[in-house]
């Protein structure tokens, strides 16, 4: 027996994000509501905080993951990664589901957001592709 026993290699468990797959650049914008003098309500949309454009990670949902995720998601459409903001945690900021993604020229609308592994580093968003009126 020698005196040097091998230790097994320990491996770091591979990430389910890496910064270099945040290819894409994505406009995060929030809606907000006017009246004018005849009381009708005008939405607009404008970009938000100092740095509205962030890199992200758009994966577009098969139609089998949309129907999976129908009942949960709301029909969901894309799964965009970005990295962790506080105005977007939805456990931070009560106006979260008032904004939406602009990604070239598709507006995505955001159905939920989730903080990855909750660690702060990404965060998750479920959209469907159009405008939420609603918001």
């Given amino acids: ?34 009246t004018d003098r005849l009381n009708s309500e005008t939405r607009s949309w404008s970009n938000i905080g100092t740095d509205p454009i962030v890199h992200a990670r758009v994966r577009v949902m098969t139609s089998h ?43 995505l609308t955001i159905a939920g957001i989730k903080n990855l592994d909750e660690k702060r580093r990404y965060l998750v968003l479920t959209c469907r592709q159009g405008v939420n009126e609603n918001a």
């Fill in 1 to 34: 027996m020698s005196e040097r026993q091998s230790i097994p290699a320990v491996r770091r468990p591979r990430r389910s994000t890496q910064i270099g797959q945040l290819r894409e650049r994505v406009t995060i914008q929030e809606a907000s509501t006017a």
């Fill in 65 to 107: 993951e949309e129907r999976a995720n129908r009942a949960v998601e709301l029909h969901a459409t894309h799964e965009v990664v970005i990295r962790y903001r506080s105005d977007m945690d939805p456990a931070v900021s009560a106006d979260a589901p008032k904004r939406r993604l602009v990604w070239g020229s598709v507006t």
